[in-house]
């Protein structure tokens, strides 16, 4: 991956961060005086949890395995990293409706969970996109290292 790529990778992780812990201050501060039944659980309770996780912690993962396994050439990867990205905001964001309308007393439509699932198989499709580009780099790299093994 180019200087640029990676920096544009760490800016996204940065801003995954950024949400994930406003989610978390935002939640704390909504529910706070809301009077909810004790150990009630919202969808917005996780939501900062899903952003630090699938966006930041993921982001500094694919940035080490670019170092290491170089990644960044890897024909796969602006899809990886479109397709992924698109899931995670997608997911996050149907969380936070599903959580505020929750929160407010509001009805959660099915149309809510359908939009998420769709944000669940775009992150699955990026999951697997990952692991086959991470597949051939770890069984292209270092053949010599290979045949010592045998």
């Keep these: 991956m180019s200087k640029h790529s990676q920096r544009f990778l760490l800016v996204a992780t940065a801003v995954y961060l950024v949400l994930g812990l406003g989610a978390g201050l935002v939640y704390r501060e909504l529910t706070k005086n809301a009077g909810l039944a004790a150990g009630r659980p919202l969808q917005l309770g996780v939501l900062h949890t899903h952003l630090l996780t699938l966006g930041f912690l993921v982001g500094l993962i694919v940035l080490v395995l670019d170092?290491?396994?170089a990644l960044g050439h890897h024909r796969l990867f602006p899809v990886f990293f479109w397709v992924y990205n698109a899931g995670v905001v997608l997911?996050?964001?149907m969380m936070a409706v599903h959580g505020l309308t929750e929160l407010?007393?509001?009805e959660v439509t099915a149309a809510?969970?359908?939009?998420a699932g769709m944000g669940h198989i775009a992150l699955t499709i990026g999951l697997v996109l990952?692991?086959?580009m991470l597949g051939q780099a770890v069984w292209t790299a270092h053949p010599q290292e290979r045949e010592q093994v045998r």
């Excluded at 809510?112 to 939009?115: K, L, N, P, S, V």
């Design 67 to 69: 170092r290491v396994f």
């Design 91 to 93: 997911s996050a964001a």
């Design 104 to 106: 407010g007393g509001g």
């Design 112 to 115: 809510t969970a359908g939009i």
């Design 130 to 132: 990952l692991v086959v």
